[in-house]
């Protein structure tokens, strides 16, 4: 039984950081992305990490500011998030698929296991 839960969201002020957690359990996927929902907008992808050969793809707005890794030991994804923007507000998502992909990798609709969601609030 695959599961992705999501943890670590909460509040921050504006220039601040939060780091988010997924634990996956029941398989170890090739690719996995943090994917987040403001309240009236579509799910955008935020970043993604490609497993097998490390590369990491980010959403231009938070290219320098979000860092996502993977720990393989764990099976636990992570998004390390600087500074902080209220912009950056919305239910982040944790993604996972087995494939390997390529330029569709911040695609939601290639994704199809997902975590639950956690809020994240800046202010």
């Known amino acids: 039984h695959v599961q992705l839960v999501e943890s670590g969201g909460g509040s921050a002020l504006a220039g601040g950081s939060v780091r988010l957690s997924c634990a996956a359990s029941?398989?170890?996927?090739?690719?996995y992305s943090w994917f987040r929902q403001a309240p009236g907008q579509g799910r955008e992808g935020v970043a993604a990490i490609d497993t097998g050969d490390g590369s990491t793809y980010y959403l231009n707005s938070v290219e320098g500011r979000f860092t996502i890794s993977h720990d393989n030991a764990k099976n636990t994804l992570y998004l390390q998030m600087n500074s902080l923007k209220p912009e950056d507000t919305a239910i982040y998502y944790c993604?996972?698929?087995?494939?390997?992909?390529?330029?569709?990798?911040?695609?939601?609709?290639?994704?199809?296991?997902w975590g639950q969601g956690t809020q994240v609030t800046v202010s």
């Open positions: 993604a996972a698929v087995k494939a390997q992909l390529g330029l569709e990798i911040l695609n939601p609709g290639i994704y199809n296991y």
């Open positions: 029941g398989y170890t996927f090739n690719t």
